[in-house]
C-alpha cells in the first residue's frame, strides 16, 4: 500500500523554519528531492515516509 503524502499537511519550504517550529519529540523530515520538509513524529515517519524515501533531516532533541 502507498503512503497517502496529503496526511503530512503542507510543506515548510525552509528547513531553518521547520526545525524551529518543531518540539524536541518531533523530527524534520523531507522528500528525496530535498524541496518540501514536514515535521512529524517517530511513529508517523516509521509508518509510511520512510518507505517511500523520506529522509531525516533534524531528528528528535536537536
Same mark, same amino acid.
Given at each position: ?5 496529503? !496526511? ?11 526545525? !524551529?517550529?518543531?518540539?524536541?519529540? =518531533?523530527? /524534520?523530515? &523531507?522528500? =528525496?528531492?530535498? #524541496?518540501?520538509?514536514?515535521? /512529524? &513524529?517517530?511513529? /508517523?515517519? #516509521?509508518?509510511?515516509?520512510? $518507505? $517511500?524515501?523520506?529522509?531525516? /533531516? !533534524?531528528? #528528535?532533541? =536537536?
Amino acid at each position: 500500500m502507498s503512503f497517502d503524502i496529503s !496526511v503530512l499537511g503542507l510543506p515548510y519550504h525552509s528547513l531553518d523554519a521547520a526545525a !524551529v517550529d518543531k518540539s524536541p519529540s =518531533e523530527m /524534520v523530515i &523531507t522528500d =528525496e528531492k530535498g #524541496e518540501g520538509f514536514y515535521i /512529524v &513524529t517517530r511513529d /508517523v515517519y #516509521e509508518d509510511g515516509p520512510k $518507505q $517511500q524515501g523520506f529522509k531525516i /533531516v !533534524v531528528n #528528535e532533541g =536537536e
